[in-house]
């Protein structure tokens, strides 16, 4: 006569094998900067402090923040918490992109007046506004200010032109992405009234 509670047992091991397994998935699941960084090769990890900042994270081993978003399947925006664990990737680190596409400017310069306009951003960024004389070759940068556009929201801002662009007749005006140094430009041909 067959015993069914020995058939039983090995029933209930497996069962119990495939809830660990289960478990684990989810619990490796909710730390994907930990499994990517185990794909890339680290040179060092940094332990983030409270006040980090990309920018301060980045300059401390000598990269671009994109790389270390990238070695850790960080995405923008990029949320530093004290206590997570970075990987440093190699200075020859290559990334691809991990933005989102580039946003929409335009911009009118009237007089001493430029306006700029962003739109078509697909998630929250902040950008810094840079103008120049549009026959300079190298240089001439001036920062006019800043600007965070909102998820998939237009926004426009005014800005006084400085000295150095005072005779310029062609603008060349770029928004640079705060934390990717992604640039967007375009030329602009200046009008009097």
Known sequence: M???????QPLAFV??????????????????SQAQAATTTCVAY???????TTTKIAKTFGL??????????????????????????????????TVPAAAVLKAQAVNNRLTVTVSNTSARRAFYVRVRDASSIVGGWTKLGSIKVPKN??????YSLPA????ATHLQVCLKEA????????????TYR
């Open 2 to 8: 067959l015993n069914l509670q020995s058939r039983s």
């Open 15 to 32: 069962r119990v094998l495939l809830s660990i397994l289960l478990a684990l998935s989810f619990l490796l699941a909710a730390f994907p």
């Open 46 to 52: 940094y332990t983030v402090q409270k006040g980090d």
């Open 64 to 97: 671009r923040w994109r790389q270390i978003a990238v070695a850790n399947d960080m995405e923008y925006p990029y949320v530093l918490k004290a206590g997570m664990r970075l990987c440093i990737p190699p200075k020859d680190f290559s990334t691809e992109p």
């Open 153 to 158: 929201t237009t926004v426009v801002r005014s």
């Open 164 to 167: 150095n662009v005072s005779k």
């Open 179 to 190: 934390t990717t140094d992604q640039l967007v430009c375009t030329i602009v041909l200046r």
